[in-house]
Antibody, heavy 121, light 112 residues
Framework: EVQLVESGGGLVQPGRSLRLSCTAS????????MSWVRQAPGKGLEWVGF??????????EYAASVKGRFTISRDDSKSIAYLQMNSLKTEDTAVYYC????????????WGQGTMVTVSS | QSALTQPASVSGSPGQSITISCTGT?????????VSWYQQHPGKAPKLMIY???NRPSGVSNRFSGSKSGNTASLTISGLQAEDEADYYC????????????FGGGTKLTVL
């Protein structure tokens, strides 16, 4: 079964850091770009960023709201994608979803269950 | 304010058809065929329903269809069923320098 499982969420104070993990199974992880999408409580979806597969350089792109604070990385040997979040703000409070990006398109075909990040003092 | 504009809510009776619009600009919806649609039930993760404007992933009912005209994309659900009641989000690639992917604000579908 194709699956993504996020972990690492929790309560963190403003200005602190947190790292989320996304463990993939059921597919060849290294063949796919991976993306993070978040959803603030009661709000809509917001794209956070993505990391291309190694075949496309493994480069990253970020939304302006997180650029310079968040970093996406991947470990293809472990089938894990990471979202390192630094200098967290209260407005970063959201459910964070890990998603898979199929080849030759910009869409999110597989989603994890999400992990909640609460930034509060 | 969301980059793509969707109606806040739509409703329909079982068996009817409804259409949800998603309006952007020539920098996103109008300029690329990378429009996708997602269904989200309360407390659940979103599910991909349509990609590349009109393609359905394997396993998605053919009651769901997508189209695009100019800067507006549309999702049509025919033969409405109770389980279709959910939030629907559109998404598009964008050439904006500050974003690569934009979402609509979401549409709440109520099956009467």
């Amino acid at each position: 079964e194709v699956q993504l499982v996020e972990s690492g969420g929790g309560l963190v104070q403003p200005g602190r850091s947190l790292r989320l993990s996304c463990t993939a199974s059921g597919f060849t992880f290294g063949d796919y770009a991976m993306s993070w999408v978040r959803q603030a409580p009661g709000k809509g979806l917001e794209w956070v960023g993505f990391i291309r597969s190694k075949a496309y350089g493994g480069t990253t792109e970020y939304a302006a709201s997180v650029k310079g604070r968040f970093t996406i990385s991947r470990d293809d040997s472990k089938s894990i994608a990471y979202l390192q979040m630094n200098s967290l703000k209260t407005e970063d409070t959201a459910v964070y979803y890990c998603t898979r990006v199929p080849a030759a398109t910009i869409a999110f075909d597989i989603w994890g269950q999400g992990t909640m990040v609460t930034v509060s003092s | 304010q969301s980059a793509l504009t969707q109606p806040a809510s739509v409703s329909g009776s079982p068996g009817q058809s409804i259409t949800i619009s998603c309006t952007g600009t020539s920098s996103d919806v109008g300029g690329y065929n990378y429009v996708s649609w997602y269904q989200q039930h309360p407390g659940k993760a979103p599910k991909l329903m349509i990609y590349d404007v009109s393609n359905r992933p394997s396993g998605v009912s053919n009651r769901f269809s997508g189209s695009k005209s100019g800067n507006t994309a549309s999702l049509t659900i025919s033969g409405l069923q109770a389980e279709d009641e959910a939030d629907y989000y559109c998404s598009s690639y964008t050439s904006s320098s500050t974003l690569h992917v934009v979402f609509g604000g979401g549409t709440k579908l109520t099956v009467l």
